[in-house]
């Protein structure tokens, strides 16, 4: 292996080594069985939701479009069973918020589209645009969890060159490891989705980067990439090493610009599910109806599962054997960004990368005190903000200040809360200011 490669800033949680990740670390991908019901809100991507595009009473085929995108930055949404349209209502989502959703009772067939089949003739032969218009087609985002629309990420404009392709392996993120079996278990599907972003972006040079607590993933990718000419370059394991911005610097020594994207950096940074999609979308003509996540945590039998799209959260943790005594709430995702659940009723989306249980003492919150200006959050910081002082602008109220001390910017990693020994809510602060500032901006 190469030398190992970080950024400056970042944290290390506890949980990141040893039995975090080792609940499952060690696990094979598992096939979930398709629910009797599937929930699929129009909603699973940064943008623009679908408009629903069946009615109630269709019988629709897996891989079918039930939910049309209305705008540029949108993902349509597929059929993950062959079924009945039962409903189109709002349902409660991961987020917390109602969205309308289209609701089919699986028939227990399994049907796909006939309309979802390669592409006619060599693979090879597609252009640029014929790649970028099927992945638009198949509805994939990205799956490391920002669930941004791949059809738009992968179309810079003419004048923003693109050196780079990165493909995300790190899953910094506690006790996740959906991404680290993929690699293991699926790796030339992944570097199959790779050739076809490179050749949409140019042919870029693509580099897969992994943490050094996956180099078994590593070791099992560098083979594979070898005769391709990709390369995979080993990251220190420090969170939030897998954000786009800690990646571009760690891999390619770069800097995004404040306020600007990785193109910006001449980069395009692409999760490795979201890779694996790709090469389904492209050479299959398959849209995203499934995925791999992990359930674990508190529950009785921790597992990495390959689910259909439009499952309900509480069917998975039934399918570990349920929660543990012991658990307090589950989470969408992993302990430093994930999202609670306010009922195990909601579905797993395209975004879904795990759902982890975790207990009371987990949980508890300590006990909150004075800021002590110790500077913990300013040295794990890997945007390099002042959190403390983001935080007391919220507390005053002062959104000028905010943005003077450019809130915008933070990535909302949780690294300065979960640092600070005064237990002060940093980054739920933060997320506030940002609102505020944006709100402020769009009055001036």
């Known amino acids: ?131 970028l218009a099927r992945i638009g087609e198949a509805g994939v985002v990205g799956m490391g969890g920002a669930a941004f629309p791949a059809r738009v990420k992968l179309s810079p404009p003419g004048d923003k060159k693109i050196d780079f392709l990165l493909l995300n392996g790190a899953e910094c993120e506690p006790y996740l ?37 996956k180099r078994d993933a590593a070791e099992a990718l560098r083979a594979l990439a070898a005769p391709l000419g990709i390369e995979v370059q080993v990251l220190r394991v420090k969170y939030p090493q897998g954000s786009e911005k800690q990646l571009i610097s760690a891999l390619t020594g770069r800097k995004v610009p404040s306020g600007g994207l990785p193109m910006d950096a001449g980069c395009v940074v692409v999760n490795v599910s979201s890779a694996a999609a790709i090469a389904d979308a492209v050479a299959k003509g398959r849209p995203v109806t499934e995925r791999v996540l992990t359930v674990t945590g508190a529950v009785q039998t921790p597992k990495n599962l390959r689910v259909r799209i439009g499952t309900p959260a509480q069917e998975l943790i039934d399918l570990c054997g349920g929660l543990k005594p012991e658990a307090d709430r589950v989470v969408s995702g992993g302990p430093m960004m994930g999202v609670a659940l306010y009922d195990l009723a909601v579905p797993v989306v395209k975004g879904t990368s795990g759902l982890l249980a975790l207990t009371r003492e987990q949980t508890a919150p300590g006990k909150l005190t004075n800021c002590i200006r110790c500077g913990r959050c300013v040295r794990g910081c890997p945007i390099h903000l002042l959190p403390y002082e983001l935080c007391n602008d919220f507390e005053r109220g002062d959104w000028a200040a905010a943005d003077k001390h450019n809130a915008l910017d933070c990535i ?30 769009k009055k001036q």
Not at 14 to 30: Q, Y
Not at 67 to 87: I, K, L, M
Not at 432 to 437: G, L, S, W
């Open 412 to 441: 909302e990693c949780g690294s300065c809360t979960y640092v600070c020994p005064a237990k002060r809510s940093i980054t739920s602060s933060i997320r506030v200011c940002k609102r505020q500032v944006q709100a402020l901006r």
């Open 1 to 131: 292996m190469s030398s190992v490669k970080s950024f400056r800033g970042g944290i290390h949680p506890l949980h990141a080594i040893g039995s975090g990740k080792g609940l499952t670390a060690n696990l094979p991908i598992a096939e979930a069985p398709a629910p009797a019901r599937v929930i699929l809100p129009m909603a699973q991507h940064i943008g623009a939701p679908c408009v629903p595009c069946v009615a109630v009473g269709d019988r629709v085929l897996r891989g079918q479009a039930v939910g049309q995108v209305r705008g540029f930055v949108s993902a349509p949404v597929h059929a993950s069973v062959s079924g009945t349209v039962v409903e189109i209502a709002p349902h409660l989502t991961i987020g917390g918020a109602m969205v309308p959703c289209v609701v089919i009772e699986n028939d227990g067939k399994d049907e796909w589209d006939p309309d979802c089949r390669p592409p006619e003739g060599s693979v090879d032969s597609l252009s640029p645009q014929d790649i």
């Open 177 to 213: 490891s959906a991404d680290h079996r993929l690699m293991l278990e699926e790796g030339a599907r992944i570097l199959e989705g790779a050739r076809y972003v490179a050749r949409a972006l140019g042919s870029p040079r693509v580099i897969v980067g992994i943490e050094a607590n």
